[in-house]
Structure formats: structure tokens, C-alpha cells
């Protein structure tokens, strides 16, 4: 079962392509992504696949480069890039342009063949290879808001869809962060470069102050003007009275 089929052309969107089926494919499941490069088996009809994952899918990301519009193949009729997305409205499947890089425009219909100037009225998403985390997290929520299976197999859900997740993160980290679920065992805390107080377990902590413990003790700092006296245990007195 494919929910998402990801369109390309290839020398354009190739490494565009890699990075969202890969992104995809840990949220979401890999049965669940189809990129031809990979989900075709060998030996494999090519064109069979294709359509029939076309049409067994959800949706379809078609990965768009800055001169994707004004590609000659796009006017062909037999370019599998203009097939698929074809193939895509006659089975009405939803269609989701994903823009590669920060400097591709959006689509205008006075740039597309005919068939395909709808496309240009279609919201699209954005997809920077050079910084792509934050973009496939968006464009994964943008596919789990529509899809109610990919909602369903959603690795990455909120906490308050399932009390079982556990989320943490950590910012402005310069050394070694391990982060974990479920810990069985003992722990260590190795701190380096530390400046001040750490406190990694029970019991007090004592920042600037004298720490004593046992049956008693007199500290004083600071200047002292007359006597200091004290007693511990018993007098003799107290003996003679036994």
C-alpha cells in the first residue's frame, strides 16, 4: 500500500526526491512511500507500477525546481512527469507541489502546458536540500493533517494522541546529549567543563557554606567579642544523680 507517491524528474529533483522519501519513509513507514528508483522490484514492468501506485495512493508530491515550468519534456505527451500527474487528477488524487529551494517561484498557468495549469491555483510546500529537517517535518504534517491512514502510522504524533510518547529535546549544547525513553539499570553522569554547583541526585546541596555532621560542633567566623561556650553529653553532676 502506497499513501504517497512522490513525483520527479530525474537530474532535477533527484536528491530532493532522496531526502523526502527518507523523511517520509521513518514517520510514516516505508510501505507506505513509493519513489520509483526504489519501490520498482527488479525486472519489474515500469509502467504498470507506476500507474497502479498512482492510483493506490493518496496523495502526490510533485517535486518542482526552479525551471520545472519551462522544462521541454513538460509539453510531451509521453514525459512520465506530465503521465503521472495526469494520472493523479483522473483519479483524483490530491496533488501537493513541493518547491526545491528557496529561490524556485511559484507556479504561474501562463508558464503551463494546458493540461496542467491548474496547478498553479494549488497551495504548495517548500523543500531546501541544504537545510531539509524542518521542511520534511512540514510537509510530513501537512500529509498527516489530510491522510487519516498516515495519521494513523504517524511516528512523530503529539504527546496528547498517545499518553505512551515520550518527547525531550535540547538547545544550545556544546559537548555529548543523550537522550532515551525508558532507562533499566544504573545511570552515570559524566559532567565536563562544569562551573558552579551540580546536583544530579538526592539529598542537599551546599553552594559557599561549611558542611559539618556528628554529635555537635561550634563554627564561627567573623570577629568574636567575649566567650563561646557549649556542652556536649552529660556533666559529672548528672552521674552523681544516677
Not at 496542467?116 to 493533517?145: K, N, T, Y
Not at 559532567?191 to 554529635?215: A, E, L, V, W, Y
Not at 563554627?219 to 553529653?233: A, E, P
Request: charge should be neutral; charged fraction near 25%.
Amino acid at each position: 500500500m502506497q499513501n504517497v507517491f512522490i513525483n520527479y524528474r530525474t537530474g532535477d529533483g533527484d536528491e530532493a526526491a532522496t531526502i523526502l522519501a527518507r523523511g517520509l519513509s521513518d514517520r510514516f513507514g516505508k510501505e507506505r512511500i513509493f519513489r520509483a528508483t526504489t519501490s520498482i522490484p527488479p525486472g519489474g514492468p515500469y509502467a504498470d507500477h507506476l500507474l497502479n501506485a498512482i492510483r493506490n495512493s493518496a496523495v502526490l508530491l510533485a517535486i518542482m525546481g526552479p525551471d520545472w515550468a519551462h522544462h521541454p519534456r513538460l509539453r510531451d505527451e509521453d514525459d512520465w512527469v506530465r503521465r503521472e500527474i495526469l494520472e493523479a487528477y483522473a483519479s483524483h488524487v490530491t496533488i501537493m507541489p513541493v518547491l526545491k529551494g528557496r529561490k524556485t517561484e511559484r507556479l504561474k498557468a501562463t508558464d503551463l502546458p494546458a493540461e496542467l495549469a491548474r496547478l498553479a491555483d494549488v497551495q504548495s510546500l517548500r523543500l531546501d536540500p541544504r537545510d531539509s529537517e524542518a521542511d520534511v517535518r512540514r510537509i510530513g504534517d501537512a500529509l498527516a493533517d489530510q491522510v487519516p491512514a498516515l495519521r494513523k502510522a504517524d511516528r512523530q504524533a503529539s504527546p496528547s494522541a498517545d499518553p505512551g510518547t515520550v518527547h525531550n529535546s535540547a538547545s544550545e549544547v556544546h559537548g555529548t546529549v543523550t537522550q532515551s525513553r525508558h532507562i533499566t539499570g544504573d545511570v552515570g553522569t559524566v559532567i565536563k567543563g562544569n562551573r558552579g554547583p551540580i546536583h544530579t541526585g538526592k539529598g542537599d546541596i551546599n553552594q559557599n557554606s561549611q558542611h559539618f555532621s556528628g554529635d555537635g560542633a561550634t563554627y564561627i567566623q567573623g570577629d568574636n567579642h567575649g566567650g563561646v561556650s557549649h556542652r556536649f553529653g552529660r556533666t559529672r553532676s548528672d552521674e552523681d544523680e544516677r
